[in-house]
């Protein structure tokens, strides 16, 4: 089975990445081309992948096809490859706001599509990625695509309907978490601390805090008054977080990431 990128960013790197640490593909088994030659060069030799020539013939050869472009270049990319996909190929898209609707009008025919949308945790094997398939695909297929998506982290079906609000939730959300840590940081530093050894202190407390909602299963709510003693340090932060209305700055924000993804 051949494996193909069209793109090799980041994101690219990530999933190709975690697909051969976890052996589930041979790095001689994944084709990859990009627009510029020193991109495609630098994905090669950090994993010994097949480089490609051309976005053509990365599309002619491979079995399962990722669309790793920035959104904007999806209907450029799939006009110059839609007469040579295979014609059982699967074709991910990691493109918010780009329906399967969309994407079947582009190729101009019936196809086997996966929209799915990662994020950069990604990048450390600690991805969310939220995934939905179009009916052409078997059980077995679908079994496959999660198989390899969970290879970066975690991937989870949803229905099609719900992709902007992934995008809103896990797909842009670490930027707001980003946010928080240094903002964190900042005020540990302003209290005398190394900045270094605060972005550390930040970073592992939102790292442990994720880590004790996912393993034992506890309401966010419930968790946060464990931490919260009756006239202690951790109300009084939480008093001032709620005055100045952090839920709904982070509701707003959010709301706001999915109504973009919604109009791209």
């Known amino acids: 089975m051949k494996i193909g990128f069209i793109g090799l960013g980041n994101m690219a790197s990530a999933i190709i990445g975690g697909m051969i640490q976890k052996e589930l593909v041979r790095a001689e088994d994944i084709l990859g081309s990009g627009r510029r030659k020193e991109t495609v060069v630098k994905a090669v030799e950090k ?6 020539e051309s976005n053509v013939e990365t599309a002619s050869e491979s079995d399962i096809l ?37 994407l079947e009008g582009q190729f101009g025919k019936a196809v086997k599509l996966v929209r799915c949308m990662p994020n950069t945790p990604a990048l ?27 290879s970066f982290g975690r991937a989870i079906e949803v229905a099609e309907g719900l992709m902007d609000v992934v995008v809103g939730v896990s ?12 903002a964190m940081a900042d005020a540990a530093v ?20 994720a ?37 709904s700055a982070v509701m707003e924000a959010q709301c706001a990431c999915v109504n973009k993804s919604k109009n791209m």
């Open 66 to 102: 990722f669309l790793s472009v920035k959104p904007q270049m999806y209907e450029k990319v799939i006009a110059e490859i839609k007469d040579s996909i295979k014609k059982d190929a699967v074709i991910v898209s990691i493109a918010p706001g780009k329906t399967m609707e969309w």
């Open 190 to 209: 302003a209290d005398g601390m190394p900045r270094k050894q605060a972005y550390e202190f930040a970073a592992q407390a939102v790292l442990g805090s």
């Open 171 to 182: 797909g842009s959300s670490p930027a707001y978490v980003f946010l928080f840590i240094e």
């Open 124 to 150: 450390v094997g600690e991805g969310c990625t939220g995934v939905c398939f179009h009916e052409l695909l078997s059980g077995e297929e679908k079994k496959e695509i999660l198989t390899l998506l969970e």
């Open 211 to 247: 880590r004790m909602v996912l393993e034992t299963g506890m309401h966010p709510g419930e968790l946060k008054d464990m931490v919260c003693s009756p006239g202690g340090t951790t109300i009084e932060a939480v008093k001032v977080l709620e005055e100045k209305g952090l839920r």
């Open 47 to 52: 994993w010994g992948i097949t480089g490609m």
